[in-house]
């Protein structure tokens, strides 16, 4: 006889650990780093100084980060045969590409199979330094062209841009790039580090880790929201259309991507510091049409707050990709660039005190059939 059990569909609420990385107050659009708002960071931090924090739990002090940073730059190269890997798959979803190359470096990385915490730090930081490699050569790859070493000196989030294009981004262009890197790198439990998590605790090492992350960051539900935001932007086509289009959506059951979060109840607090970025990047590149449409966007989901639906970090995240010059396929995969710290960070948390993650499913399915041989079912 099957116990009557109360089932948590999708694990909603459900604490499953502790942790010290980040701190989300959904009711209030709270969201911390390591005890640090990430408005702070958003405004006063880098990417690199912001991974530190996140890998070894304070800001560093100038040595530490230059110590940092040179070991990033020195881990951007990646080795010939993932070139290979990439080119052979490169008719794949950039997603898919990512997580086949970051796969296939675990065959040559070092320290695969130590779990200990030291070699995962060295191999997260390498996967963090690694993975823009992979994405901007597939995209170059993937047109032709040939792929842009690492350079030596710039930024990460310039160096990201300056292999995908060839040319040392505007400061302005690699600014906002960066931003975006430091509200992407961690978010608590969210689906992607809890899977991370849960091949972390079967003991997997950490490309293993990454690489589930990679997968299930991919969903529309997801990491794929910027991209289908960027998507009903250019559908909408003219600002006067937006109220229309939601209204459209809206009537006819589905959702209008880049709202709606499991956690927040108000708005997302990464997505303030974006919608700045959306609408100053509109005006230097003098294509302001995005953001107006988004903004009109915005109003016609006014209604839905009273239900807690806001726009989340993916909403302005697309328009700010394509300003760049980023085309739309491409964007799941930035976001995931973002979040290998945040996924390094789950996994070291999981090791240190580690247990397998095994809940249980509620059976509800038929009992006691009699077995019949197969000549003699109908
Ligand atoms: N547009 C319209 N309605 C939405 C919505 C959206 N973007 N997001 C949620 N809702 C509605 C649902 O239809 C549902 O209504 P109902 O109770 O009448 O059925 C209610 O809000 C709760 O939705 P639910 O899917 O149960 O919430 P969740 O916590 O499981 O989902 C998301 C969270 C993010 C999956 C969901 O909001 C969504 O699909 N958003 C669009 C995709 C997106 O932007 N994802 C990026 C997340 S960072």
Redesign the pocket.
């Known amino acids: 006889m099957v116990t009557e059990v109360a089932v948590n569909r999708?694990l909603?609420g459900v604490y499953f650990d502790t942790t010290t990385a980040s701190m989300i107050d959904g009711d209030v659009g709270r969201l911390i780093y390591r005890g640090y708002e990430i408005g702070d960071l958003a405004l006063h931090s880098t990417a690199e100084e912001t991974f530190y924090l996140l890998l070894k739990g304070k800001l560093p002090t100038r040595a530490e980060l230059d110590a940092f940073d040179a070991e990033m730059k020195q881990s951007r190269p990646i080795p010939d045969y993932v070139y290979q890997v990439i080119r052979l798959v490169q008719k794949a979803h950039p997603m898919d590409v990512l997580r086949t190359a970051v796969s296939a470096l675990a065959a040559t990385d070092p320290d695969v199979d130590d779990n200990s915490l030291e070699a995962t730090l060295r191999k997260g930081i390498r996967l963090t330094a690694q993975a823009p490699t992979i994405v901007a050569a597939h995209y170059r790859i993937r047109n032709g062209l040939p792929p842009v070493p690492p350079h030596p000196s710039l930024s990460h989030a310039e160096n990201f841009l300056y292999m995908l294009f060839n040319q040392k981004p505007a400061p302005e262009d690699a600014k906002l790039m960066d931003t975006d890197f430091i509200l992407h790198a961690e978010h608590g439990a969210n689906a992607s580090a809890f899977a991370a998590r849960v091949a972390a605790g079967t003991a997997a090492d950490l490309h293993a880790a990454v690489t589930a992350g990679i997968a299930t960051l991919k969903g529309?539900?997801?990491g794929g929201?910027a991209e289908?935001?960027m998507k009903m932007a250019v559908d909408i086509g003219e600002e006067d259309h937006a109220q229309e289009y939601v209204r459209h959506v809206?009537e006819s059951g589905?959702?209008?991507?880049?709202?709606?979060?499991?956690v927040y109840r108000v708005e997302?607090p990464r997505a303030r510091y974006l919608r700045d970025g959306c609408r100053r990047l509109g005006e230097q590149k003098g294509d302001p049409k995005w953001f107006r449409i988004l903004s009109r966007v915005e109003d016609a989901m006014q209604p839905?707050r009273a239900?807690g639906?806001y726009v989340?970090?993916?909403?302005w995240a697309g328009a700010i990709y394509h300003l760049l010059g980023i085309p739309e396929d491409l964007f799941i995969s930035i976001f995931a660039l973002g979040r290998v710290p945040g996924w390094t960070l789950q996994v070291m948390e999981q090791y240190s005190n580690n247990i397998l993650i095994r809940p249980l499913l509620k059976y509800v399915g038929p009992m006691n059939l009699k077995y019949i041989p197969i000549e003699l079912r109908g």
């Open positions: 999708g909603r529309p539900m997801h929201a289908a935001v809206l589905g959702r209008v991507m880049g709202f709606g979060h499991r997302d839905y239900r639906i989340n970090v993916d909403f």
